[in-house]
């Protein structure tokens, strides 16, 4: 089954500025953090760039061979940045409701709490649903609570539109799904290929009760500058193939050469869809079962050059993931003089090419961890107790004593409350007994409050909430929303 909201004319998300977390050390292109994106995810991301590419290609499946109304005609338009934010919003409703017993809807089974984006809850009902605001089932489109724009917004992203859909072998299927409707159906298409939005969060859970598969994506314009090679993967064909994904684009022309750089060979990808200017490039090898590293490599229409990630290789083959250290190209060239970007963290820098190739590193030398917020080790992973998840002004390291609740942190109001609030070690200082006794102010300690999700089956008015679209599929098995 799928779903589809915010599509083209239907009201969209309200209009909101991103609260973007990114850290004192902003991330590069194609570098991952906190686990995000996953190899779904970034299938979803790579095949949802491809389409906008080239929208009506019925051939390579941006487009569906409908029998009598055949797919809309969409224009081409330029790929979508990846977002963090996004995809954390994207990635916890699938889990939300596979964990809990949901089934696919945009509205959540639940009213969210207001902290959900900052609690470090991965979705449970306990740490996730306001006291007695549930009303799980398996039933699809029977969500009361959250709507996709305010759950976005809990996550730090503005979404403007979701698509949904479960039981999908992976992101690239649901995408499949998604961009080849017919006529009449095509809510998740018209959204997928709409103008008027740069950014997009992907996500995607297995497992679950109602659903066994989860994806998701949400959209959002942040007015973010777009990369000449935006999002690459890898994805296993089957048959002991595997192919390599690249999007490009650039206005001005086509790549004078495109490389998949696999273990520091380089091997030239040739254009599978789209235009020079907006297109995806790809290369089909055999599987032979080993571990690889590769990266991506591009020498724009001025001869600049262009890397995904732009710092760092993934995995392919027998391992996954991403590693901080990518082995140079054999086919590098350079001019004289001419400067690319390296490093991760405070290690960055720039190496510079002489005699006809870059030299070592020109950057600070890597320190142990301090509390600071940035990669002093240089691995490209920033520690998580040096974020401030909860925006509050304090990491874990620099104090929080509960990094996931902004009401929690040093310096702040004691309160009676059964909780140490200022992160001094100690609870209710100058307070009256724990039972209700008399506080500092003549008060009382409030009895303490029931917590959690109760998960009855309460209903909410569906009065004032946006309205959407909803399709399903006819595909047995799988859905769509």
């Given at each position: 089954?799928?779903?589809?909201?915010?599509?083209?004319?239907?009201?969209?998300?309200?209009?909101?500025?991103?609260?973007?977390?990114?850290?004192?050390?902003?991330?590069?292109?194609?570098?991952?953090?906190?686990?995000?994106?996953?190899?779904?995810?970034?299938?979803?991301?790579?095949?949802?760039?491809?389409?906008?590419?080239?929208?009506?290609?019925?051939?390579?499946?941006?487009?569906?061979?409908?029998?009598?109304?055949?797919?809309?005609?969409?224009?081409?338009?330029?790929?979508?940045?990846?977002?963090?934010?996004?995809?954390?919003?994207?990635?916890?409703?699938?889990?939300?409701?596979?964990?809990?017993?949901?089934?696919?809807?945009?509205?959540?089974?639940?009213?969210?709490?207001?902290?959900?984006?900052?609690?470090?809850?991965?979705?449970?009902?306990?740490?996730?649903?306001?006291?007695?605001?549930?009303?799980?089932?398996?039933?699809?489109?029977?969500?009361?609570?959250?709507?996709?724009?305010?759950?976005?917004?809990?996550?730090?992203?503005?979404?403007?539109?979701?698509?949904?859909?479960?039981?999908?072998?992976?992101?690239?299927?649901?995408?499949?799904?998604?961009?080849?409707?017919?006529?009449?159906?095509?809510?998740?298409?018209?959204?997928?290929?709409?103008?008027?939005?740069?950014?997009?969060?992907?996500?995607?859970?297995?497992?679950?009760?109602?659903?066994?598969?989860?994806?998701?994506?949400?959209?959002?314009?942040?007015?973010?500058?777009?990369?000449?090679?935006?999002?690459?993967?890898?994805?296993?064909?089957?048959?002991?193939?595997?192919?390599?994904?690249?999007?490009?684009?650039?206005?001005?022309?086509?790549?004078?050469?495109?490389?998949?750089?696999?273990?520091?060979?380089?091997?030239?990808?040739?254009?599978?869809?789209?235009?020079?200017e907006n297109g995806t490039w790809w290369l089909e090898l055999a599987d032979d079962g080993q571990c690889h590293q590769y990266w991506f490599r591009a020498r724009g229409p001025d001869g600049a050059r262009h890397t995904w990630p732009e710092v760092g290789a993934w995995r392919s083959g027998a391992c996954e993931g991403f590693v901080a250290q990518a082995l140079p190209a054999d086919c590098e060239s350079c001019t004289e003089g001419e400067t690319i970007a390296c490093g991760l963290g405070r290690c960055a820098g720039e190496a510079t090419c002489s005699g006809g190739a870059f030299g070592a590193c020109a950057g600070p030398a890597p320190e142990a961890e301090s509390c600071n917020g940035e990669d002093d080790d240089c691995d490209g992973h920033v520690p998580a107790e040096?974020?401030?998840?909860?925006?509050?002004?304090?990491?874990?390291?620099?104090?929080?004593?509960?990094?996931?609740?902004?009401?929690?942190?040093?310096?702040?109001?004691?309160?009676?409350?059964?909780?140490?609030?200022?992160?001094?070690?100690?609870?209710?200082?100058?307070?009256?007994?724990?039972?209700?006794?008399?506080?500092?102010?003549?008060?009382?300690?409030?009895?303490?409050?029931?917590?959690?999700?109760?998960?009855?089956?309460?209903?909410?008015?569906?009065?004032?909430?946006?309205?959407?679209?909803?399709?399903?599929?006819?595909?047995?098995?799988?859905?769509?929303?």
């Amino acid at each position: 089954m799928m779903i589809a909201c915010g599509a083209e004319g239907l009201p969209s998300g309200p209009s909101l500025q991103p609260q973007l977390q990114t850290g004192r050390q902003g991330l590069r292109v194609g570098q991952p953090r906190e686990g995000y994106p996953n190899h779904d995810e970034q299938l979803m991301l790579v095949a949802i760039n491809r389409s906008r590419s080239d929208p009506n290609n019925v051939a390579l499946e941006t487009a569906g061979a409908c029998p009598t109304t055949g797919s809309a005609w969409r224009a081409p338009l330029p790929p979508l940045m990846w977002s963090f934010e996004g995809s954390r919003a994207a990635r916890f409703h699938g889990a939300h409701a596979a964990l809990n017993g949901g089934g696919l809807s945009h509205e959540s089974y639940c009213d969210l709490r207001p902290d959900v984006g900052t609690n470090g809850c991965a979705g449970e009902a306990s740490c996730s649903c306001t006291f007695r605001s549930g009303c799980w089932s398996c039933d699809s489109k029977a969500g009361c609570g959250t709507d996709p724009f305010e759950r976005g917004r809990l996550f730090g992203f503005p979404a403007q539109n979701e698509v949904l859909a479960a039981n999908q072998s992976d992101g690239w299927t649901a995408n499949r799904a998604w961009i080849t409707e017919c006529i009449g159906e095509d809510g998740h298409r018209l959204i997928l290929t709409s103008d008027g939005q740069d950014s997009i969060g992907v996500g995607g859970y297995r497992g679950g009760s109602c659903w066994q598969r989860h994806w998701g994506a949400n959209g959002a314009h942040l007015a973010v500058p777009l990369a000449v090679l935006p999002a690459g993967v890898h994805r296993d064909l089957g048959g002991g193939r595997i192919a390599y994904y690249v999007n490009y684009h650039e206005p001005s022309g086509g790549p004078l050469e495109l490389d998949l750089v696999l273990d520091g060979a380089c091997l030239p990808m040739s254009r599978e869809i789209g235009t020079p200017e907006n297109g995806t490039w790809w290369l089909e090898l055999a599987d032979d079962g080993q571990c690889h590293q590769y990266w991506f490599r591009a020498r724009g229409p001025d001869g600049a050059r262009h890397t995904w990630p732009e710092v760092g290789a993934w995995r392919s083959g027998a391992c996954e993931g991403f590693v901080a250290q990518a082995l140079p190209a054999d086919c590098e060239s350079c001019t004289e003089g001419e400067t690319i970007a390296c490093g991760l963290g405070r290690c960055a820098g720039e190496a510079t090419c002489s005699g006809g190739a870059f030299g070592a590193c020109a950057g600070p030398a890597p320190e142990a961890e301090s509390c600071n917020g940035e990669d002093d080790d240089c691995d490209g992973h920033v520690p998580a107790e040096e974020y401030d998840h909860d925006l509050d002004g304090y990491s874990a390291c620099e104090g929080d004593c509960d990094d996931h609740d902004p009401d929690l942190a040093p310096g702040v109001e004691e309160l009676c409350n059964r909780i140490d609030d200022d992160c001094d070690g100690v609870t209710d200082e100058g307070c009256g007994e724990p039972d209700g006794g008399p506080g500092p102010d003549g008060g009382t300690v409030p009895p303490e409050e029931p917590k959690g999700c109760g998960c009855e089956g309460t209903s909410r008015s569906a009065a004032g909430v946006v309205a959407w679209l909803l399709l399903v599929g006819a595909t047995v098995g799988r859905r769509r929303l």
